[in-house]
């Protein structure tokens, strides 16, 4: 079990007239090597949850447990350590360094654990291969295609081989062919190196591909 | 901190991503570096040539007396007065005074006035106030046995002009009256000031003879070099700076370069408000990119490191061509001084009721690079608060 979220509620606002339930009393266990979809209309709560799997938000009620040890109840700064060693992110707009070239870019997690500069070739150079856009690692993000800058965001979360990576819609921004590169990519990479990964998608060829769905509804797995 | 060249590179290379504005921020901080440092130069060229001016002209940068002698009480205590032995007596640094308040007669008024004993040679050789003699010499020709120098006011009051006589009434320092006959050698002049009609001149040999003075006797020590009483027991004599002496003209001269400084310090401050909101609007344009920093791994210390490196290198670019600039520009009125004359209409600059020159060369002083870059690093740092805790405040925020 890599992951396990027991009784997890989020509710935001204050008073009872401005409260909103976000997530109510959820429960959702996550091994290694899953490849998981958590899918739902607006509004259901898939975005909380997966901030809450991220340790960005903490919940109201329950536990989150990674690998056995409480998140929950780490500080701002442990979380952020955590996440760094732990977990990679793709996001839907790739959210690459504008100013850092695609090399630099996948190099930026190794960078910021501090490991030494000849690693740091070594990995990001591989990780590069992998997504196969090594011939573009030199380019800045303005020089490359949408999906090329998303194999760049892949390459930048599995570069340091977490556990778990959370990916926020990553085929929304990108046509069908480039698409289903990606999600062969998802693939390869799960089957190769039991990356864990979680989408939060609304993508039917994602969901077609994935080997675990979850469905959410009004803050409640179905 | 591990692997700061990559922190660099990110942060250096953040500098273009908006060239426009990193432009308008570096040159708006090179230029009031420039300014403020020309104007730190200025301001303390005049005053420091002001200074050196005034003083050097009959003051002194400090006067030593007897411990019981002041010059500011009702009653001038001529009995207190230093000898020969005293070890700062012979010093080429310093030049002796005796001091005697008299009445002076013309041909048909009698008035009262300090008269001065000086050591000509040593007195031309501190100070510069053979160069107000109008008429006549400062003293200089030996075969005159009772020589006494007025200022023009006091001339013109007696009505008499060079090589008349006038008669000296006073006190000797056994309570006897001295009196005694003078011939006008010189008449100075300083541009009207209330001096001219105060303070007249004699051989100090002869005013120790007037007033009983052993030979050797002395009221005052006057020098420009204050190193030269260092090592003197200061609680045996009075020793009187400057600023005591001539108060009004150390309080106007204070007050010019407190105004200056306030001054520079408000424009400074004005800037750096400019400056934060630049910073603020260039922050919160990356806002996403801070906020997925955060996500990935990037804690607040990498992030603020980066922010902070940002803006210190534009800072500290902007301050060295500020400081070189400024450089070029002072020394550009170093030799050729500017003229305060054109700020008083053409009139004489008039301080302290005596007349300095107008035309101010401008030192580049290291004083001035020092509290000016200070002064806007400090401004810089405190104006880059508030962006950056906003930004880093909002990048833990999750949408």
């Known amino acids: ?222 | 901190m591990k692997n700061l060249g990559f922190l660099l590179k990110y942060s250096l290379r953040n500098l273009k991503r908006n060239p426009k504005r990193t432009a308008i921020i570096f040159i708006t901080l090179a230029i009031s570096t420039t300014f403020a440092i020309w104007s730190f130069n200025v301001n303390e060229s005049g005053i420091g040539e002001s200074v050196n001016e005034i003083t050097g002209h009959y003051v002194g940068k400090y006067q030593i007396g007897h411990k019981e002698f002041d010059l500011f009480s009702s009653e001038i205590k001529m009995h207190r007065y230093l000898r020969g032995d005293f070890e700062l007596a012979q010093s080429p640094l310093v030049t002796p005074r005796v001091l005697s308040p008299v009445f002076i007669s013309g041909e048909k008024k009698t008035v009262g006035a300090l008269m001065v004993g000086v050591d000509p040679a040593r007195e031309r050789s501190l100070t510069t106030f053979y160069k107000s003699i109008a008429e006549g010499n400062y003293l200089l020709d030996d075969s005159v046995s009772n020589p006494i120098v007025l200022g023009g006011k006091l001339a013109n009051r007696l009505n008499v002009k060079l090589n008349d006589e006038v008669v000296v009434l006073g006190q000797g320092l056994d309570g006897s009256v001295a009196n005694d006959l003078f011939k006008v050698v010189g008449i100075y002049s300083l541009g009207g000031g209330d001096l001219e009609d105060r303070l007249m001149f004699t051989n100090i040999k002869k005013l120790r003879e007037f007033i009983t003075m052993p030979e050797d006797g002395y009221h005052l020590l006057v020098g420009m070099n204050p190193t030269a009483y260092e090592k003197i027991d200061q609680n045996k004599v009075n020793i009187m700076p400057w600023e005591k002496l001539i108060p009004d003209v150390s309080i106007s001269l204070l007050f010019m370069m407190k105004l200056n400084f306030v001054l520079t310090l408000i424009m400074v401050f004005v800037i750096s408000l400019g400056v934060s909101n630049t910073l603020f609007v260039s922050f919160n344009e990356r806002q996403k990119e801070i906020q997925s920093l955060n996500v990935i791994g990037a804690n607040s210390t990498w992030i603020t490191l980066s922010l902070m490196i940002e803006t210190f290198s534009m800072l500290i670019l902007a301050v060295i061509t500020g400081s070189i600039l400024a450089t070029v520009i002072s020394n550009y009125f170093f030799y050729h001084p500017i003229d305060l004359r054109l700020f008083t209409g053409g009139k004489e600059v008039m301080i302290g009721g005596m007349k300095i020159n107008a035309m101010v060369k401008v030192n580049n002083l290291l004083y001035s690079h020092i509290i000016s870059i200070s002064m806007i690093s400090v401004f810089v740092a405190l104006s880059m608060i508030y962006p950056i805790a906003r930004v880093l405040k909002r990048s833990k925020r999750v949408s």
Request: proline share 3%; aromatic share 4%; glycine share 6%.
């Open chain 1, 1 to 222: 079990m890599l992951v396990d979220l027991k009784n997890v509620s989020k509710v935001y606002g204050e008073t009872q007239e401005t409260q909103t339930h976000a997530l109510k009393t959820v429960n959702l266990t996550i091994n290694k090597g899953d490849f998981m979809a958590i899918i739902g209309p607006s509004g259901s709560g898939k975005t909380t949850l997966l901030n809450c799997l991220a340790g960005l938000i903490t919940p109201t009620t329950g536990e989150i447990l990674f690998k056995d040890k409480r998140i929950d109840q780490l500080s701002l700064e442990e979380r952020t350590e955590h996440r760094l060693t732990n977990m990679g992110f793709v996001f839907q707009d790739y959210q690459l360094l504008p100013v850092l070239t695609a090399k630099e870019n996948v190099e930026l997690p190794l960078q910021l654990k501090g490991m030494d500069q000849k690693t740091i070739n070594e990995l990001s150079l591989k990780a590069l291969d992998e997504v196969g856009i090594l011939h573009l690692k030199d380019r800045f993000p303005k020089e490359m295609s949408g999906g090329q800058q998303q194999r760049v965001s892949i390459a930048r979360s599995v570069v340091s081989r977490p556990s778990l990576v959370l990916a926020d819609e990553p085929t929304a921004n990108l046509d069908s062919k480039t698409a289903q590169e990606v999600i062969d990519l998802f693939l390869s990479l799960n089957e190769k190196h039991q990356i864990t990964f979680i989408f939060s998608t609304h993508d039917q060829r994602l969901m077609d591909h994935v080997k675990k769905i979850v469905k959410m509804q009004d803050g409640v797995i179905l």
